[in-house]
């Protein structure tokens, strides 16, 4: 059980750095976003590649804090049943959604973003908008990282949801238990 503790742990921890360093690419979101409106209607000159830049900054962000999101259960979530139930149950569910949604639908995204992700990288493709930002494959890495933050996650939520079960949450800190419903709120 002690091991299972570990996992749990260790993948919040690792979800939580990365989300605490990606997601400071709002604050450049933001700046960037304000340099290209300001240049455009301010000074009438436009850089492509900065455009480029903001939005290929907004999505590395998302992917990479989405496992972040998950590990603090900030996702979008259908409470009516799940907030008012039991630590036993919300255990159960989550090891349902996990092993039969989660699970299958990151095999997708992996299987399917493979060879997008490969075909990317032979082609060291760049921005599909003349003038536009080189690297664009980079970009594109970021799927497989989603997917892979993603399904840590989910093992981690199996581990906890085993602790519950076995009436063994005790072992994990208070940052890495269920939260009960009153934290949401």
Not at 81 to 87: I, N, V
Not at 109 to 115: F, K, M, S, T
Not at 155 to 173: E, F, G, T
């Amino acid at each position: 059980m002690r091991a299972l503790a570990f996992t749990v742990r260790a993948i919040g921890d690792l979800n939580r750095l990365i989300g605490n360093i990606f997601s400071w690419l709002a604050v450049a979101v933001v700046g960037l976003c304000f340099t290209v409106v300001v240049m455009r209607y301010g000074f009438g000159r436009t850089f492509l590649w900065m455009q480029d830049l903001y939005v290929w900054l907004s999505g590395a962000m998302f992917t990479a804090v989405a496992a972040f999101a998950m590990f603090r259960n900030d996702h979008v979530r259908v409470d009516i049943f799940y907030r008012p139930a039991s630590l036993r149950w919300k255990a159960i569910a989550d090891i349902i959604g996990v092993v039969f949604f989660l699970f299958p639908f990151m095999y997708v995204v992996i299987a399917w973003g493979i060879p997008y992700v490969q075909r990317s990288w032979r082609l060291y493709e760049a921005s599909p908008n003349p003038g536009g930002m080189p690297g664009y494959f980079i970009l594109k890495s970021f799927i497989l990282a989603f997917a892979v933050l993603i399904v840590l996650q989910g093992i981690a939520w199996l581990c906890r949801s085993v602790l519950v079960l076995a009436d063994k949450q005790d072992l994990l800190p208070e940052l890495y238990r269920y939260p009960s419903a009153e934290d949401k709120e």
